[in-house]
């Protein structure tokens, strides 16, 4: 762990992993690891490490995750955290988002942001003069991925050399982020998805240039049999992202054939030597317990998938909590 990294970080936002260099991410995700053993041993509550901090939490959209695992990182290290959803405050309604962002500036030490347009959380991080962190905008989810690194990295112990194939909505912030993140770390990534639901040209190109200079591969395959094969991660996410409601039914007829069934799992090649995973960011409709699924039965993965031992969703899920907490840990302290 380099402490040129952990300097570099402090008192910076995190908006995309565009800003961060390869080297900066890994130093986050392995001192994740390192929070995570923290807690077993109960290091947080021996010596916390962000006592007399305080995080303002502004969500305009729902979140199981990644508000929880903020709050429980946060608190872990002595942290305060205020959850202000848009309804509680004046949040580009009565008042610009510079304002209110200069406003929590003056009071909180950090800002953790979940909403709608990437711009929005663009404009916090230029006003309010203390680390603004992006927990996921119409464009981007970069935290995911850096729990998403970290459960690769825990599966296989290396990252650099692994294929992930993302299989389904080739153009949402999920699968936008973890291709950047993938190339920063020389991971070989196959974005497997309709014609209809390839990347944007700037994200491809961004992502493009990242893998040419960490020496992996990088494409987009049409073919939910070709395309994942020798992958060592199953990628997939829900076929409708919040705020796209009104697609549902198109994106239903699109993505059915990029379902991740055990055949799919099967035709990596690399399941039966124990060499394949499955990740989700989740949430998932993967069997018959949510309303949608009661209707239309599971949708971007089967249900034997999910459960199987080779899922590591819920691995994947905690350690949204120790790469958020490290995220805090790095650029606050
Ligand atoms: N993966 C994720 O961001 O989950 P939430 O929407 O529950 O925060
Ligand atoms: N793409 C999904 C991710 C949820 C964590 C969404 O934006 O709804």
């Known amino acids: 762990m380099t402490p040129r990294s952990r300097s570099q ?26 929070l995570k053993r923290r807690k077993v041993r109960g290091g947080g509550r ?34 305060h955290v205020e959850y202000l959803s848009q309804n509680d405050i004046h949040f580009g ?15 909180f030490d950090g800002i953790f942001f979940r909403g709608f347009l990437h711009e ?34 825990e599966s296989f112990g290396h990252l650099k050399g692994l294929k992930v194939a993302y ?30 639901l390839a990347p944007a040209a700037d994200v491809w190109s961004l992502a493009k240039v990242a893998a040419r200079q960490n020496d992996c591969r990088i494409h987009v395959s049409h073919d939910p049999v070709k395309g994942v094969r020798g992958a060592n991660v199953i990628y997939t996410d829900v076929w409708v992202s919040m705020g796209e409601e009104s697609q549902f039914a198109k994106r239903l007829k699109l993505l059915r054939p990029f379902q991740v069934d055990m ?49 590591r969703v819920f691995d ?8 958020i907490k490290a995220m805090m840990v790095a650029t606050l302290t």
């Not at 402090?10 to 130093?27: P, V």
């Not at 935290?143 to 459960?151: H, K, M, S």
């Not at 999920?174 to 497997?192: Q, T």
């Open 9 to 34: 970080l402090r008192g910076r936002s995190l908006l995309s992993l565009n800003a961060l260099s390869a080297e900066e991410m890994l130093y986050l995700v392995d001192l994740a690891i390192e």
């Open 120 to 153: 929005t959380v663009e404009t916090l991080a230029r006003h309010a003069g203390v680390p603004v962190w992006n927990g996921l905008t119409d464009q981007w989810h970069p935290t995911q991925i850096l729990a998403d690194l970290q459960t690769m990295k």
């Open 93 to 107: 309604k009565k008042e610009s988002v510079a304002d209110t962002a200069r406003v929590l500036g003056r009071m």
């Open 167 to 196: 299989v389904g909505d080739g153009r949402n912030n999920v699968c936008n982020s973890l291709m950047v993140g993938c190339a920063k770390v020389g991971i070989d990534f196959v974005n497997c998805c309709p014609e209809e």
């Open 46 to 79: 021996r010596n916390p490490l962000l006592v007399g901090k305080n995080i303002a939490l502004v969500f305009q959209k729902a979140s199981t995750r990644t508000r929880c695992a903020a709050v429980v990182a946060a608190c872990d290290e002595g942290a």
């Open 316 to 323: 994947e899920a905690e350690n949204r909590m120790h790469t």
């Open 263 to 311: 055949a799919m799992m099967k035709r990596t090649g690399n399941l039966a030597d124990g060499k394949a995973i499955f990740l989700h960011c989740l949430p998932a409709f993967h069997n018959h317990d949510t309303d949608v699924t009661r209707k239309l039965g599971p949708l971007e993965v089967t249900d034997d998938v999910f459960e199987a031992p080779f899922s």
